[in-house]
């Protein structure tokens, strides 16, 4: 594919990776896989895929060459255990999904591991540490129910004047872990208890992973990140209905492709951050 690239040819550093994904995502997910191998600029060691015990999935490790985790095994909790919804929504499949991921850190073996939706296609060479820093990329939208949640949690506003929602994320296990025990200590339970009680589960999107760990690092050593435009696109049509060429396109003007249909994410209110982004 014809893009510029972000950086060296595939340093030295290798990471890891996680998808969260279910049987809805077995279209998609071989293409996510095959785009990380493809754009991701450091060498990638393990890629696991946490999942419910799912048939396609297990096939779809063994032929991709990842490795399956029972989403059972990553928690003490597991999607039962959480209660967020009313009679008309139910969001507590997507919160134990971001509690997955928050605890990547029991999983991956690299010291880095990128966490990236099932759903999201690289299009264009991908950095995530230079000069020893890490690489966030950022975009226009994101959700006041984030920082209300961040603020509960962390007893202080997100400082950042970014959205980190970007659908992926490199995460620094050693950093990763120091954040959730600053949530233990604060509240005196279990992280994810913690972030389970702080939301107002009276609303739809309380709570983001990607917003509460970049906004930690942000709030102290803002100098060790780097900021980039994240660059992606959401589309309802299928992946695999895209050419070669139509990416070589869309490559020309975006870093990543989503393919999901959220209608309730366009309609959501933008944030008092989202001006400063522009």
């Not at 139910?90 to 990547?104: A, F």
């Not at 400082?159 to 992926?168: L, M």
């Not at 435009?229 to 070589?248: G, P, T």
Request: positive net charge; charged residues 25%.
């Amino acid at each position: 594919m014809s893009a510029q690239s972000d950086g060296p040819r595939k340093s030295s550093l290798t990471i890891d990776v996680l998808i969260p994904a279910i049987d809805k995502d077995i279209v998609t997910l071989p293409l996510v896989i095959d785009s990380l191998r493809r754009h991701v600029q450091h060498r990638i060691g393990t890629i696991y895929i946490i999942s419910p015990q799912s048939t396609g999935i297990r096939r779809l490790c063994v032929s991709k060459k990842c490795t399956f985790i029972d989403e059972k095994m990553v928690l003490p909790i597991t999607k039962k255990h959480i209660h967020y919804g009313t009679t008309r929504w139910d969001r507590s499949g997507w919160l134990y999904q971001q509690l997955l991921k928050m605890n990547g850190d029991k999983i991956s073996k690299a010291s880095f591991f990128l966490v990236i939706d099932a759903d999201t296609i690289l299009i264009r060479p991908h950095t995530f540490r230079k000069d020893e820093k890490t690489i966030f990329y950022y975009r226009n939208w994101s959700q006041p129910e984030y920082f209300r949640t961040y603020h509960k949690l962390m007893g202080v506003k997100a400082p950042s004047p970014k959205s980190f929602v970007t659908h992926y994320m490199l995460f620094e296990k050693a950093r990763l872990t120091r954040l959730k025990q600053v949530i233990e200590a604060r509240h005196g339970k279990p992280w994810y208890n913690a972030i389970i009680h702080s939301i107002d589960r009276t609303k739809q999107f309380g709570f983001s992973e990607y917003e509460t760990y970049a906004n930690y690092l942000y709030s102290h050593q803002p100098s060790r990140m780097i900021l980039r435009k994240s660059l992606n696109k959401a589309l309802h049509s299928r992946a695999s209905s895209l050419s070669q060429k139509q990416l070589d396109v869309l490559a020309k003007s975006y870093r990543s492709l989503s393919f999901h249909q959220r209608k309730v994410y366009q309609l959501a209110p933008k944030t008092k951050n989202e001006s400063s982004l522009k």
